[in-house]
């Protein structure tokens, strides 16, 4: 079974500073990835999901990109942080394939942006 | 572009009493549906999902949800709920085969009341 790591767990930047969140998956090879922002309230937001290296499909307009330097590895990156991106960070891994439509989820990364 | 409706933002609940919650999903083509839930603390886990076949889906700890197609709905239930279910239950749904896109409800947080 897969495993999805993110780090860090926690982070608090001041606004205008660089923001870089990573998500490793392991027990798995040509997974989807998925980075969401969960608020109270609000559910999830899609913000990137990527079939492979380098391909990235953005979902919502914002200061946030993503990138996928390697398989199992997915970058959630800002050049300069809002306040409006305060939040909860999730990363998601599908398997690749017909009848694995289930994503599973990462442990999150609660970003404060002060 | 599809969305899910979860009804209720806060659902309270003395133990032993029996839940339902609601889900409402926009799209009228195949879907596939999920329930996830959050524990306090801890990650987004898969309750549940519906692919095809029997409409009626038995999830871990005793959870059940019901596709009506007609209904557009795919509703949680269980019979009689424990403290141990307090958490925030995610409705998702993910159109079709070959989408990469899962849309999530807003959430239903379910408190029970020992």
């Known amino acids: ?16 500073s660089p923001l870089s969140l990573e ?22 937001q899609l913000l990137f999901y990527s079939v ?22 997915f970058i959630l990156s800002s050049k300069k942080l809002l306040l409006s991106d305060s939040g909860f960070y999730l990363c998601a891994s599908r398997l690749a394939g017909a009848g694995t439509d289930t994503q599973y989820f990462g442990p999150g990364t609660r970003l404060t942006v002060l | 572009a ?20 609601g889900c409402n999903y926009s799209y009228g083509g195949t879907v596939n549906l999920f ?21 009626l889906v038995k999830g871990i700890k005793g959870f059940e949800a019901e596709f009506i197609k007609s209904k557009f709905s795919f509703n949680l239930r269980k019979p009689s709920v424990q403290w141990s ?9 993910i159109p079709g ?18």
Not at chain 1, 1 to 16: D, E, N
Not at chain 1, 24 to 35: A, Q, R
Not at chain 2, 104 to 112: D, E, I, R, Y
Request: charge should be neutral; include cysteine; proline fraction near 6%.
């Open chain 1, 1 to 16: 079974s897969q495993t999805i790591h993110q780090w860090p767990a926690t982070l608090v930047q001041p606004v205008g």
């Open chain 1, 23 to 44: 998500c490793t998956v392991e027990g798995t090879s040509n997974p989807n990835l998925y980075w969401y922002r969960q608020a109270a309230g609000r559910g999830l």
């Open chain 1, 52 to 73: 492979g290296i380098g391909q990235i499909s953005s979902e919502v307009p914002q200061n946030l990109s993503a990138s996928r330097p390697q398989d199992r590895q």
């Open chain 2, 2 to 21: 599809q969305s899910v409706s979860q009804h209720n933002h806060h659902v309270i609940l003395s133990e032993a009493a029996s839940l339902e919650l």
């Open chain 2, 35 to 55: 329930w996830y839930v959050q524990y306090p603390g801890q990650h987004l886990q898969l309750l549940l999902k519906y692919f095809s076949g029997d409409p």
């Open chain 2, 85 to 93: 279910d307090t958490a925030e239950y995610f409705c998702a749904v």
């Open chain 2, 97 to 114: 085969a070959g989408s990469y896109q899962l849309t999530f409800g807003k959430g239903t947080k379910l408190s029970v009341i020992p």
